[in-house]
């Protein structure tokens, strides 16, 4: 079973607003990442928070992670374009790997 | 650096053939992932690897194989393919896991948009 879920399933937004997806998870873990992936290209990596970090910024990019509830927050502001995307997020339980949630489809609508 | 590349990028088999799937990383990793990913869903860990000549299963592994000869490449085989096998592929490739103290950080390739008919 998957580890991580994101929700929405999908999320569309106008230009300049912001878009907020969420991610739940049900084991401990050791970190989580967020991935972004284009229609029909590769997944690229956004931003990894520990499990004993609480917030991480990158850029327009804002991480929350709260382990007591096991979820994560993927913030992005001022959206644009080009931010139209599927985003995952995906946990490292101490493993060796990684399981990946079914992602959130983001449209930014011009 | 050209990064994960993956060849071919697209394929269309018929059912019962045979193909590898060639990955190829020159950031000097140690561990390498090969995922399948289909519509509606995540990415789906079929094997890994966490160095030359090491190879694990992951969450779906059965109906491929994998091999790591060299610290750069990993080739995943398909010995005869099915429909169920349709899908698109992806390598990926992290310097150290996270048991070695590493970040983790996943570096993909481009995928292989594989048609099993």
């Known amino acids: 079973s998957q580890q991580g879920e994101e929700d929405p399933q999908a999320l569309s937004i106008q230009e300049g607003e912001n878009a907020t997806m969420n991610c739940s998870y049900k084991?401990?873990?050791?970190?989580l990442q967020w991935y972004r992936q284009n229609s029909g290209r590769g997944l690229v990596h956004l931003i990894l928070?520990?499990?004993?970090?609480r917030e991480k910024h990158s850029g327009r990019l804002r991480v929350t992670l709260d382990t007591s509830k096991k979820s994560s927050s993927l913030l992005i502001t001022a959206s644009r374009a080009a931010d139209t995307a599927s985003y995952f997020c995906?946990?490292?339980?101490?493993?060796?790997?990684?399981?990946f949630g079914p992602g959130t489809r983001l449209s930014v609508l011009p | 650096n050209a990064g994960v590349t993956q060849t071919p990028k697209f394929r269309v088999l018929k059912t019962g053939q045979s193909m590898t799937l060639l990955c190829a990383q020159d950031?000097?990793?140690?561990?390498m992932y090969w995922y399948r990913q289909d519509p509606g869903m995540g990415l789906r860990l079929i094997h890994y690897?966490?160095?030359?000549?090491?190879?694990a299963k992951g969450e779906v592994p059965d109906g491929y194989n994998v091999s790591r000869l060299k610290k750069q490449n990993f080739l995943l085989g398909l010995e005869s393919a099915a429909p169920s096998q349709t899908s698109v592929y992806f390598c990926?490739?992290?310097?150290?896991?996270?048991?070695?103290?590493?970040?983790?950080?996943?570096?993909f390739g481009p995928g292989t948009r594989l048609t099993v008919l």
């Open positions: 990926a490739s992290t310097l150290l896991g996270a048991l070695a103290g590493g970040p983790g950080e996943q570096f």
């Open positions: 084991t401990s873990i050791n970190n």
């Open positions: 928070i520990r499990s004993n970090e």
């Open positions: 995906a946990t490292d339980n101490y493993g060796q790997n990684f399981v």
């Open positions: 950031m000097n990793h140690e561990y």
């Open positions: 690897s966490v160095g030359e000549g090491t190879t």
